[in-house]
């Protein structure tokens, strides 16, 4: 455990992911574009770098968390990148949800450089990332992954290699796929129950006991009866990830009619200024389109 | 435990509800269209009437278990139906899965007959109904509910009294819509992953372990990695209870485009004469729509 760790991003996932790390004993070298992120860092011992590359100098293995493709793409191969300080057979992990296509692409530039990439990305919001109990989506080489696998440990609790480069950002792809046709679910259903004059608890409740029992019929039901959308996970990192997953769909020639239906939900969201709420707030458009939402 | 229960319908799901019953000790008066559907219930004791009038004769309590609204309206309203022989202070139960509006119309009916109607639809199929573990969602008012729950307990396990007369329908219509778009987005994530060039078995064992988590995932994910669609719950099922959603959302003016898009690939199912499958081969139609069910 000589080794130091590196991370960069230290926003709301990032943040307690690396203090978990330090938690459970490592040293850390870390890179934020702000100052205010750094500083809880500091203060439990953290090493602060100037540059990407400089966190790349000193880490053999290192993690970035954050926000989107391009944000990733700046931090791996911008200017003071962390391409410019990698070592030989480094490991960058990236644990941000972005491109697949553009993960491959950064791997492969990586890898000509001399190291390995994993794309790493988790689900669990931020409430996983502070209980270390994410599940996290792993693509990329298995010596790499094997090599990485304790540190995933501290951060999570289901760790999937999924496959080969891109698989962790395919598989979390599917994840909001799926995690988004689910909520678009369970509030046309809610929406059905009090439409029809029927209490949507006692549907939601029903339905937990048979085969449409989910996670998300039980907590976003949840939040859509108490009309609390206090998040969980954002509708504005949900879109996000919708954008990526429609934008994979379009390169790669393939239909995915629901997850398109879905993301139109999220879309109303933001163009309402909801972004800061859940993303089963879905069911509030839902019901304001019927207004359902005045009582 | 002396009177007699009456049962009308006696098919896939009605035949192993009875016979529960039967096994439970209750003495039970059978009405069916078919000959071969009656046989098995007479072996084993139950009584055969040649109406559903002279089941409704015989039993204060009785239960009806057909396909379709037009259906269970013929059993109770039509030429020697229920409403010709029903005893003062009965219930009638239907365990039918048919339109919420024209199951009020009909409890209207029998209340001024004199009697009392329960809408009591299920979910499990015909596993869960050999194995007495149905989920029973039922409407109707709680007087006639209490006086049928033993009834309920031989037949399922989760049994919730929704609310007054169609609460029932209208919460399996809630199921339905929920059912339908979850394997719908289970098909689609699996429809990407394997596009992508990743192991569906690989995304769904990863899913499984976070917030897309949902016994759909599990077991219709299972049967689409598998392509395996025996069922379980048929196309021709699903697709005739997204036709009662779709009317029903009609009537109420209301939006519930999930359910009206996973409604067309049941209808794409039907059109290929695959009514038969489990409504899960929803995903053979979306990978057929991409070339992907050659392999």
């Known amino acids: 455990m000589t080794d130091t ?3 960069i991003g230290l926003g709301i996932m990032g943040r307690p992911m690396a203090l978990n790390l330090i938690k459970a004993g490592y040293r850390l070298a870390v890179h934020a574009r702000r100052e205010a992120s750094l500083q809880p860092l500091l203060e439990v011992g953290a090493e602060p770098c100037s540059s990407p590359a400089e966190v790349a100098r000193r880490a053999p293995i290192l993690f970035t968390m954050v926000s989107d493709t391009p944000d990733v793409e700046q931090v791996i191969l911008g200017e003071q990148g962390v391409i410019e300080g990698v070592q030989t057979d480094a490991v960058v992990v990236d644990m941000s949800t972005i491109s697949p296509s553009a993960t491959r692409a950064m ?7 001399g190291a390995e990439m994993l794309d790493a990305p988790v689900s669990g919001g931020d409430i996983g990332a502070a209980a270390g109990s994410l599940s996290i989506m ?10 990485v696998r304790p540190l995933f440990q501290v951060m999570g609790e289901n760790i999937v290699h999924v496959g080969d480069h891109g698989a962790g950002q395919v598989c979390k792809a599917c994840n909001q796929v ?3 046709q689910t909520i678009a679910g369970v509030s046309e259903a809610m929406l059905l129950a009090k439409a029809s004059g029927v209490d949507p608890a006692k549907v939601r409740e029903a339905l937990l006991g048979g085969f449409a029992n989910s996670r998300i019929l039980e907590v976003h039901g949840r939040r859509m009866l108490e009309d609390d959308y206090a998040p969980g996970f954002t509708a504005r990192l949900h879109q996000k990830d919708m954008r990526i997953v429609l934008e994979a769909a379009h390169e790669l020639g393939l239909a995915l009619p629901g997850a398109a239906q879905a993301a139109q939900w999220l879309n109303a969201l933001l ?9 089963a707030a879905i069911h509030r458009m839902q019901a304001r389109l019927h207004g359902q939402d005045g009582d």
Chains 1, 2 share one sequence.
């Open 5 to 7: 760790i590196g991370f």
């Open 107 to 113: 791997a492969e530039r990586l890898h000509a450089a």
């Open 138 to 147: 792993v693509g990329g080489p298995t010596a790499a992954f094997e090599r």
């Open 178 to 180: 799926l995690v988004a």
């Open 271 to 279: 163009g309402q200024g909801l972004g800061d709420l859940d993303s």
